[in-house]
């Protein structure tokens, strides 16, 4: 039962990986360009979400400084 689960998740997996590459246009890519493409968008992504929690506090903190909600 938990083989067929597994087997289910991966087809789904890679239908979703077949149109994650469809609507990107990287199936027109070589392996190695697809590579190197993923790998700027995964650290694009990473280096924006680490910002996001980094610094948003400090933002909301200020905005709600500013509209007096918090003293």
């Known amino acids: 039962m938990a083989g067929m689960a597994l087997a289910r998740a991966w087809k789904r997996m890679s239908w ?3 149109q994650y590459l469809l ?3 990287l ?4 392996p190695w360009e697809r ?3 993923n790998s700027m968008l ?3 992504v990473g280096m924006a979400l680490y910002t996001g929690y980094v610094f948003m506090p400090q933002h909301i903190m200020a905005i709600l400084h500013y ?3 918090v003293q």
């Open 35 to 37: 590579t190197v493409f």
């Open 27 to 30: 199936y027109m890519l070589e």
């Open 23 to 25: 609507v990107t246009a």
């Open 16 to 18: 979703f990986y077949y």
């Open 42 to 44: 995964v650290s694009v």
């Open 67 to 69: 509209f007096e909600i």
